[in-house]
């Protein structure tokens, strides 16, 4: 069974088009996260979601929407796609604890090209 | 990665100690991660540390805290083909609540059989 599964593994599209990844966990965890990675494998993080709730948003422009249906699920719509947009995406989930050392899970991770 | 950083690449023989380095500025951190991230495969938690710790052992991994320099070090003995990977050193700066970790930008392993 794997605990955080993300769809699809490999895009490849134009500038300009409209895409979405999708990520659903397994784990019951509380929190979700979407993350980049470049080339160089610098790991950055673009937005974290807490029960459905958006709570980290870290300078991302605004052709990314993230969207959590529910505290499974939290997909990722990126419009008017760009060269610079070309990254592996990683959906993760964690629960949030007020003490005690947290675990991100990783899904496999999304390669997007943008062509 | 701003706040975490790590030296880009590490090869040594299989069999030898693999020995990658980290430092992080953020003093609050309470908690300290060595992430693990195969080949075409999402990131895996290796190990951590608590603050109040200085060294951690498990199994064929030693984690080396030096809190007073900020440095994170992470010791692989008897470094095997499989140990071939990108490790990533990371933090939280607030333990509490919500978790924002920041990654180094990794350490890529090559391990020459």
């Known amino acids: 069974d794997t605990a955080v599964s993300q769809t699809p593994k490999y895009l490849v599209t134009q500038m300009g088009n409209d895409k979405s990844i999708k990520c659903e966990q397994n784990?019951?965890?509380?929190?979700m996260y979407w993350y980049k990675q470049d080339s160089k494998k610098f790991l950055k993080i673009m937005f974290s979601?807490?029960?459905?709730?958006?709570?980290i948003n870290e300078t991302v422009p605004n052709r990314f929407s993230p969207k959590s249906p529910d505290k499974a699920h939290l997909n990722l719509h990126i419009n008017s796609l760009e060269l610079g947009d070309s990254a592996v995406y990683f959906c993760?989930?964690?629960?949030?604890?007020?003490?005690?050392?947290?675990?991100?899970?990783f899904g496999e991770g999304s390669r997007l090209t943008v062509l | 990665g701003e706040d975490v950083e790590q030296s880009l690449f590490l090869s040594v023989r299989e069999g030898d100690s693999s020995v990658i380095n980290c430092t992080y500025t953020?003093?609050?951190?309470?908690?300290l991660y060595w992430y693990k991230q195969e080949p075409g495969a999402g990131l895996q938690l290796l190990t951590y540390?608590?603050?109040?710790?200085d060294m951690k052992q498990d199994q064929r991994l030693t984690v080396l805290l030096n809190k007073k320099d900020k440095h994170l070090s992470l010791r692989i003995a008897d470094t095997q083909t499989g140990d071939s990977a990108i490790y990533f050193c990371?933090?939280?700066?607030?333990?509490?609540?919500?978790?924002?970790?920041?990654f180094g930008i990794g350490t890529k392993l090559q391990v020459i059989p």
């Open positions: 979601y807490n029960n459905k709730e958006l709570i």
């Open positions: 953020d003093s609050s951190s309470t908690y």
């Open positions: 990371a933090e939280i700066p607030d333990s509490g609540g919500y978790q924002k970790v920041t």
């Open positions: 784990l019951g965890h509380d929190t």
């Open positions: 993760a989930s964690s629960q949030v604890r007020l003490a005690g050392a947290g675990e991100l899970f």
């Open positions: 540390i608590f603050s109040n710790m």
